[in-house]
C-alpha cells in the first residue's frame, strides 16, 4: 500500500477500490499470482477458506462459479482475498 499517496486510511482506500476494479487476476497481490504459491496457502487454510466460500453461497443464495476456470486452489484463494478486502471497504469506508 505505501505506492499509494496519502495517509494510511487515504491509501488502505485507494488500495481495496483498486482491488474492487482488478481483482487478484491483475497480479497485484504478490502472494497469489502463482498458481504453487496458491496451493500451498490453500492446504494450509484449506477448511477456512472453505467456510467462507460456503457462507458466501449461502448468503447468495446460490453457487459462485469459477468462470476463469482457474485451479480450484487459486480460484479460492482468490475469492476469499477479494471478499476479505470488500469486507474491510464496506465496514471502513461506506
Do not use: N, V
Not at 25 to 44: L, P, Q, R, V
Amino acid at each position: 500500500m505505501q505506492s499509494y499517496e496519502g495517509t494510511k486510511k487515504e491509501q488502505l482506500k485507494a488500495f481495496l477500490e483498486d482491488m474492487q476494479k482488478s481483482g487478484c487476476i491483475s497480479g497485484m497481490i504478490s502472494e497469489f499470482i502463482y498458481h504453487a504459491d496458491c496451493k500451498k496457502f490453500y492446504i494450509e487454510h484449506l477448511d477456512d477458506l472453505e467456510d467462507i466460500r460456503k457462507e458466501m453461497e449461502d448468503s447468495l443464495g446460490e453457487a459462485i462459479k469459477d468462470r476463469y476456470s482457474l485451479p480450484h486452489y487459486t480460484f479460492m484463494c482468490w475469492l476469499c482475498f477479494e471478499e476479505y478486502c470488500y469486507d474491510i471497504y464496506r465496514t471502513s469506508f461506506e
